[in-house]
């Protein structure tokens, strides 16, 4: 029988998250993480399949190598370990893919290089996602290594959604577009909305909001992302918790000129310092709830301000998109965040959106509607899962190879 078993690896600058799954039943095996790679006080969390204990480790772990290494001991400890010949692949997601990458990858040397070539875009993320691929590749160079990519969902949108208005030699040269984020989270939101509402991905436009600690907006057409909120790098688009989303560029020249910022402050400034967190001191929507309840007035601001963007993008999608047939809700706070669902459609009844109270209170984790039974446009709930869609877009490419 050929192996069905994926380990999916999600390589950050100091942390390795993991799922080890069986695609004949989409099983979780084992779950992870690998904090604080690289200092003295490393951490590693492995919980086993459901009922299992979790099992914690802290010790130093000096590099990713290191770290998937101690997960391999993790593992076998479970009779999971990575020698088993009933690992089919192991499924890296890669932050960003450029334009090239449209579809998940076997990784080989040219692809290797070809994500090297895009750390200037995404500097913080690609190094890190390559260490991982190159250190599972060294464990098991015999096994397929499959890159998904976060950018590949967005590769559809066409040029008038996907260029800025810029001069297009300057932008070309060095490669300046909207490449979009968070596209496998919208690639199963966007699929797992039409399913909840009976149809196929063909047949409904979706405007997808991935509301994390970072958030995206997505405008998705039978299936196709035609529009998406972040662009060269995640910073455009909605408030998030740190970063600032949309800004006039020119902040950046009067924080220069005026404010003697360096670029590096700035950076910092609007990818760190910004957002809800620089509003008013606190990024967890759970917190920030708490104190607009208590009339805290930095708090209702930031959550006001947070609010208008969302909507705005609502309505811009709408445009986009001319009909909707489902506005899905995920992440974090799109899963949990019941007054952010509730406000972000308020007042938008002339466009057919409606929240229920009663549904939109009702905590789960299934897929389901919170809008009302008449209305003409559905308002969803959809819980994303990274994890399994990179399991499954990597298992489908090897399968299909064998
Ligand atoms: P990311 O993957 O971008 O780090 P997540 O999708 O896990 O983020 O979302 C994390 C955020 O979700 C937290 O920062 C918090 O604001 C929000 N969140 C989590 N649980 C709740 C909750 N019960 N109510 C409101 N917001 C929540």
Do not use: W
């Not at 509607?369 to 709930?381: E, G, H, Q, T």
């Amino acid at each position: 029988m050929s192996p069905t078993r994926v380990l999916v690896l999600n390589s950050g600058s100091s942390s390795l998250k993991y799922q080890l799954l069986d695609m004949r039943d989409r099983a979780r095996l084992a779950t992870g993480l690998v904090e604080r790679i690289g200092e003295r006080t490393s951490r590693l969390r492995h919980t086993p399949r459901s009922g299992g204990t979790v099992r914690e480790r802290t010790e130093p772990i000096a590099d990713h190598a290191a770290a998937l290494k101690t997960v391999a001991e993790e593992l076998a400890a479970d009779g999971l370990g990575l020698d088993s010949p009933e690992l089919a692949a192991i499924g890296h997601r890669v932050v960003h893919g450029g334009k090239l990458f449209t579809e998940p990858t076997v990784v080989d040397d040219a692809v290797l290089a070809e994500i090297e070539r895009l750390i200037p875009v995404a500097p913080l993320h690609n190094p890190a996602n390559l260490t991982g691929i190159r250190t599972a590749r060294a464990l098991r160079p015999d096994l397929p290594q499959v890159a998904v990519f976060d950018t590949a969902f967005h590769t559809t949108m066409p040029e008038s959604a996907a260029r800025y208005a810029i001069d297009v030699r300057t932008a070309d040269e060095h490669r300046i577009r909207r490449y979009g984020f968070h596209g496998t989270s919208h690639a199963y939101v966007s699929r797992a909305t039409a399913r909840l509402l009976g149809k196929a991905p063909e047949d409904v436009n979706v405007i997808v909001l991935h509301l994390g600690n970072g958030a995206s907006a997505s405008a998705v057409r039978g299936g196709r992302c035609v529009d998406t909120s972040m662009g060269l790098t995640p910073l455009e688009g909605l408030v998030m918790g740190t970063r600032s989303g949309d800004i006039d560029p020119a902040v950046i020249f009067h924080l220069a000129r005026v404010g003697k910022m360096s670029i590096d402050e700035i950076d910092t400034l609007l990818n760190k310092r910004s957002g809800l967190v620089g509003l008013c001191g606190d990024n967890d929507m759970r917190e920030i709830r708490r104190r607009v309840d208590e009339g805290d007035e930095a708090a209702t601001l930031a959550f006001e301000i947070y609010i208008h963007r969302l909507k705005k993008y609502i309505g811009a999608y709408y445009a986009v998109l001319g009909t909707v047939d489902a506005i899905a809700f995920t992440a974090g706070v799109g899963e949990n965040a019941a007054p952010v669902r509730a406000a972000a459609v308020a007042g938008l009844e002339t466009l057919g959106l409606a929240v229920d109270d009663a549904l939109n209170t009702v905590r789960g984790d299934a897929p389901r509607l919170i809008s009302p039974a008449d209305a003409r446009v559905k308002v969803a709930v959809v819980p994303t899962d990274e994890e399994l869609e990179i399991a499954t877009q990597t298992y489908a490419l090897v399968e299909n190879s064998n």
